[in-house]
């Protein structure tokens, strides 16, 4: 009797172990609950910008990443470029720029929209605009260029033309093209 106890309890001790270990190997993947890519923290819809730009009151300054979640320009900005630039500059550029996803945008075929609006054409792209009395003011802009990507050493002249970096005094601030 005690045999057959013992045998069902090995029984059942094996069957729950192979039990746990194959949900273990074919676990799914917990997905990114933030809904940012890389190490960025505050995401904005691209049809809520303009307002949400808006709201945040007069003379108020905000940079902006455009890109897309799909873009593998947009991701080789955020795995290589801004990670690179962050540990240089030890700027936490994850809490300075905000995400604006234009995913939509690329989806629906309108990212027209973004050159006419933001006078974007090639993005990925960080902006600067401020609040004024008569709406928005795009004070500077870094684009992507197909034939002459972007690199670490425009991002950081970038940050510096918006004070958010203090950077060597030897290098030259040119202010990237509108």
């Known amino acids: 009797m005690l045999k057959r106890i013992l045998f069902i309890l090995f029984t059942l001790l094996v069957i729950h172990s192979a039990a746990l270990a194959g949900y273990m190997m074919f676990e799914p993947e917990q997905p990114d609950e933030s809904g940012v890519p ?23 300054i905000h940079y902006y990443y455009f890109c897309s979640f799909d873009n593998p320009d947009c991701e080789y ?8 630039s962050a540990r240089t ?8 720029i905000e995400y604006v996803d234009v995913t939509e945008l690329e989806q629906k075929l309108q990212t ?24 928005i003011e795009v004070l500077n802009r870094l684009e992507w260029n197909p034939s002459s990507p972007m690199n670490e050493l425009q991002l950081n002249r970038w ?20």
């Open 38 to 60: 890389g190490f960025l923290n505050m995401v904005v819809d691209y049809d809520s910008l303009k307002d949400y730009t808006l709201s945040s009151g007069p003379s108020a």
């Open 77 to 84: 900005v955020e795995n290589t470029i801004l990670k690179s």
């Open 89 to 96: 500059t030890s700027v936490n550029i994850a809490d300075l």
């Open 112 to 135: 027209n929209r973004i050159k006419t609006e933001w006078g974007i054409t090639n993005y990925p792209a960080f902006i600067a605009v401020k609040n004024t009395a008569d709406g």
């Open 159 to 178: 940050l510096q033309l918006n004070n958010l970096y203090d950077g060597d005094p030897e290098d030259t601030i040119d202010e990237p093209a509108h």
